[in-house]
């Protein structure tokens, strides 16, 4: 494995514990619309964008027209609902800040919607740490479709810095590597180990990884 | 108008000299759900992705089409409030017609009734064709 020079950071299960409050507020989101779907069944879908997340549970027409309206109402119910309970991981913030510290541009690479991904950065004390970051409202498809990684790389122009992914769900694998990003895997977002094994390395948590992969790192 | 993207066409509104009767029809056609009052007429549908509201004709507007409702994303100047449906919309009259243009932001007012259990339209093929005739 190569030396890293950039991070392309997920956000829910690497830096916040939000993957089941984020799974609760999309089974309430839904049954608004018509449709019990139990959070347990959604967790295994947390990690992906709106789009692909309903795609089992909804009609295809609703999909297309509806699929908006249902994440927006998802965004409102977690934001009033469930964010305040919403905990950073003990020790990642503080890895972040010593990625950057260490002259490692750092930026966030999210399928959430902006406002969660403004709110879960003030939550950590990292608004203006980051390199800087991108979301759902910044490209058409999201995970796991590339689209989130790639628009980071040339945005912040991390190409020839051997960026790697780090994210908690294999939508962020199979997101990176359908560019040829290699992808370091948390366990930190509850997904069973054997979901990550495409993975270039696993580490339990994020301060973990920074503390134990520094030699990772260019 | 201006708005992002066109969704498509999700929802039409017909003028009809027996509304019970057309949309028993259009139920039939296509396999919805029951008809059930709503938008100033009978309406059958899936939901807010797909409706048809048949109304009555008035002797000055016979049978035809009155409003149709299409859908887009990025919809911008209409006013914040949302409708029965869940959208901000912005009108405009097109001859006779009314086109409602729509982006989706929030649940329906209404929960949406499920679909019809069955196969499209095998109801009308097991109907005695005594009873569909009665039916129309």
Known sequence: ?218 | MKFDALLGLHGIVLRSDDPSRDARRWRRALGLAPPRKALGGVTVGVGPEFFVTLRQAAPDAPPGVEEIHVAVSGLRGAPGAVDALGGRMIERRIGRIRLVVREFIAEPRQRPRRRARGKVGARRETAPLARRKGNR
Not at chain 1, 69 to 83: C, D, H, N, P
Not at chain 1, 146 to 171: E, K, M, N, Q
Not at chain 1, 208 to 215: D, T
């Open chain 1, 1 to 218: 494995m190569g030396s890293f020079g950039a991070v392309l950071l997920d956000l829910d299960g690497c830096l916040l514990d939000s993957n089941d409050a984020h799974a609760r507020a999309w089974s309430r989101a839904l049954s608004r619309f018509g449709h019990r779907v139990s959070a347990s069944r959604l967790r295994r879908e947390i990690g992906k964008g709106g789009a692909e997340l309903i795609r089992d549970f909804v009609r295809p027409g609703e999909r297309h027209f509806l699929g908006d309206a249902m994440g927006k109402v998802q965004t409102r119910i977690y934001l009033s609902g469930f964010e305040r309970d919403v905990r950073p991981f003990p020790g990642a913030a503080a890895a972040v800040r010593r990625m950057r510290a260490s002259g490692i541009p750092v930026v966030l690479a999210s399928s959430a919607d902006r406002r969660v991904v403004e709110r879960s950065l003030r939550r950590a004390r990292l608004s203006g740490v980051l390199t800087g970051f991108i979301c759902a409202d910044d490209v058409r498809k999201a995970k796991p479709f590339h689209d989130v990684f790639s628009l980071a790389i040339r945005r912040f122009r991390l190409a020839r810095r051997d960026p790697v992914a780090i994210g908690d769900t294999p939508y962020d694998i199979a997101a990176a590597h359908q560019i040829g990003l290699p992808c370091i895997a948390l366990l930190s977002g509850g997904f069973p180990l054997s979901s990550r094994a495409s993975a270039e390395a696993r580490f339990e948590g994020l301060a973990r990884h920074w503390s134990s992969g520094r030699s990772l790192f260019q």
